[in-house]
């Protein structure tokens, strides 16, 4: 009994100790990511509550708590649905520090999301492993750098910046849309064409369907998510039925 | 607007706050690039990978973020240029901030620089749009760590699951934004199915001769080809 509960302890603190040497890095990685990562919000959320409070109490043009109200809630009645719907919904391929990046920086669907997943891609690191995630912040890392220093530049410079593009290929960033969310379902459907094309009827049936709008990236994200795991589920004990 | 709006919306204070939240997104990008840079060798990435992240990440980024600029252009005689830079630089897409403003200027009686739209006007449209931008801030502020936790258990129970999860959150997220776009018209779905077959077809040839700089710029050249395929068709139609 004595000696077993030796051995007990012994195996116990073995596993640990090897675990805790594994993770180290993607751990301190996680709690430093937590560390600045809130504090870069709680700083932006106290300039930006300043702002306006500059503007009604120190310039003295303050219109009353009743319009403010008024436009806070029209604003939620709005999109404010997705306040809680976006963080969630994309939390599972952006990971913490891509979330706390992706939702300060804004631009997620058409700027983060493509270039975490281009430099997944380039590496090439399997969805949802660790090498997925660091790869991952260091694109949107770099993307959001970039996207910032354009903005930057736009706002300073005004519109010369945007003259120094030829009308033509102005006109032709209409469909920088639809060619980005082209090219990020190719570069998924490459390896998986089947699932590619799953996600995409998915998306045509839940668009014409009745569901609220801000409602509908959420739906088919969660239909998509269950089908899969299905198919890979059903794929698995095949496998495992012809393995035996 | 009028020159007194103008002129509080470009005042010097303005700029000071507006370039200090830039400043935030820009140092809090720099760090968890340093970061993640650390933790590399631990989740398997080698030096030469970490380079080819990032520079995958800048090729990826310069489009979409030309894309940003051009229609902030339009926003910057809306709202003045600290407002813009603030609002554009964090959370916001110039859709969403556009109607925030609108539903800001209307929450005061009037019309976005209409008639009537002054200072106070002004004031309460720049609250609107701080207060409604903030919900994403607090959220992310406040849950990421319990959603984070709930990654890394379900990671160390299965870690199967997260791959699957992972890929299929971002397959049907692109499944429905992609359909919003298609469905727009046929210029829009021809630029739409370009990208994605020139996508494909690089990503097999890169694959094939194992061409690493081809993958990098991968989203890169598939975005151009659809942007030139949509405008060469809407010159045809």
Same mark, same amino acid.
């Given at each position: 009994m004595a000696l077993e509960n030796v051995n007990n302890v012994a195996t116990g603190k073995l596993s640990v100790k090897s675990r805790v040497n594994a993770l180290t890095g993607m751990e301190a990685f996680h709690s430093k990511s937590h560390f600045w990562g809130r504090l870069t919000l709680l700083l932006v959320i106290i300039a930006s509550i300043s702002l306006p409070m500059y503007l009604s $109490?120190? =310039? /003295?043009?303050h219109p009353g708590w009743g319009p403010i109200l008024g436009g806070l809630v029209g604003y939620a009645a709005f999109? /404010? =649905?997705?306040? $809680?719907?976006e963080p969630i919904t994309y939390f599972p391929v952006l990971g913490v520090a891509g979330t706390y990046i992706a939702f300060l920086s804004g631009n997620i669907a058409n700027l983060c999301l493509p270039s975490s997943s281009a430099a997944q891609k380039a590496v090439g690191a399997e969805p949802g492993s660790e090498k997925a995630e660091i790869s991952g912040v260091l694109g949107i890392s770099i993307a959001s750098l970039t996207n910032t220093v354009v903005i930057l530049a736009t706002v300073i410079g005004g519109a010369y910046v945007i003259t120094l593009i030829p009308a033509s290929i102005q006109s032709s960033f209409d469909f920088v849309l639809p060619a980005i969310f082209g090219a990020v379902l190719g570069q998924f459907a490459f390896k998986t064409p089947t699932y590619g094309g799953m996600a995409l009827v998915i998306g045509l049936l839940v668009f014409f369907s009745p569901v609220p709008s801000l409602l509908k990236i959420l739906t088919t994200v969660i239909l998509t998510i269950g089908l899969i795991y299905y198919f890979e589920k059903r794929k698995d004990d095949r496998q495992r039925v012809n393995e035996q | 607007m009028t020159e007194e709006v103008m002129s509080l919306a470009n005042s010097p204070v303005l700029w000071i706050i507006a370039l200090f939240i830039i400043g935030m997104v820009i140092f809090q990008a720099i760090m968890f690039y340093k970061i993640a840079k650390e933790a590399a060798p631990a989740a398997g990435l080698n030096e030469q990978e970490v380079k080819r992240a990032a520079r995958t990440g800048f090729i990826s980024s310069i489009g979409p973020s030309f894309g940003i600029a051009i229609v902030i252009i339009s926003l910057l005689a809306l709202l003045g240029s600290p407002i813009t830079l603030m609002r554009i630089g964090i959370v916001g897409s110039a859709a969403t901030e556009t109607a925030a403003a609108q539903i800001g200027a209307n929450a005061f %009686?009037?019309?976005? %620089? %209409?008639? %009537?739209?002054n200072m106070q006007a002004f004031t309460t449209m720049v609250w609107t749009m701080c207060l409604g931008g903030m919900g994403w801030l607090l959220f992310t502020l406040f849950f990421t760590k319990s959603l984070g936790k709930t990654e890394s258990k379900v990671r160390k129970k299965n870690p199967k699951v997260m791959a699957v999860v992972s890929l299929a959150a971002m397959l049907g997220a692109f499944g429905y934004l992609l359909t919003e776009q298609m469905v727009k018209g046929l210029t829009y779905s021809g630029a739409a199915v370009i990208s994605l077959v020139i996508m494909v077809l690089i990503m097999k040839l890169a694959d094939k001769k194992d061409i690493s700089w081809l993958r990098e710029w991968s989203l890169g050249i598939s975005m151009v080809c659809g942007m030139v395929g949509g405008s060469l068709l809407t010159a045809l139609m």
């Open positions: $109490f120190v =310039v /003295g043009a999109i /404010g =649905v997705l306040w $809680f719907i | %009686g009037v019309e976005l %620089g %209409g008639d %009537g739209f």
